[in-house]
């Protein structure tokens, strides 16, 4: 009879974390944020609870595009937490996540650190601080250094990681010709 209850325990604890595990979206991208990332489906996004979906208005956004907020429980990164928080669906691809944007009340350099502790030593340009790897996705992180608001956005482009690919490739070649004198 113990080995009989103790057997129906286990079945209803596997069940039980099975669920758990289906219900949590899976991302293969190294840049993932909070279950949400550059470059998903909108079916994977809405599963990761994405809310409040608009059209692109003002300056900054592009009127075609469609905006789905990332909802207050999942905009922490490390101790900060972003005061706005939303991905972005562009007009020619709609079924894919093209960027998600964050900004949080606080100094760059505190994103940075937060930043670089998850993804590594970034790149920089007079712009930006970025995170690239050898794929369409990219973290940016904008150098506006005179305000307390810093800015991050994710990218999924594929142009970019063909890009970068190619400058991976060409830069092995240039190394091998040298070898070769």
């Avoid at 079916?43 to 809310?51: E, R």
């Avoid at 937060?114 to 920089?124: K, N």
Wanted: charged residues 20%; aromatic residues 10%; contains cysteine.
């Amino acid at each position: 009879m113990q080995v009989h209850y103790k057997y129906t325990i286990l079945l209803a604890t596997l069940a039980v974390s099975s669920l758990a595990v289906a219900a949590q979206p899976t991302s293969s991208s190294w840049a993932a944020f909070n279950g949400f990332t550059a470059g998903m489906t909108k079916q994977a996004a809405k599963a990761a609870g994405y809310t409040a979906c608009r059209f692109g208005k003002g300056l900054s956004e592009r009127s075609d595009s469609v905006y789905c907020e990332i909802p207050n429980n999942k905009r922490a990164l490390g101790s900060l937490i972003a005061n706005t928080a939303f991905l972005e669906f562009r007009s020619h691809n709609a079924e894919i996540v093209g960027e998600m944007h964050l900004t949080f009340e606080a100094k760059v350099d505190a994103v940075l650190s937060v930043l670089a502790a998850q993804y590594g030593r970034p790149s920089e340009d007079g712009q930006h601080y970025s995170w690239h790897r050898n794929g369409p996705e990219s973290v940016l992180l904008y150098r506006r250094q005179r305000t307390s608001t810093a800015y991050v956005t994710y990218a999924h482009d594929k142009r970019m990681g063909e890009a970068r690919q190619k400058a991976v490739r060409d830069a092995e070649k240039k190394k091998a010709t040298l070898k070769s004198f």
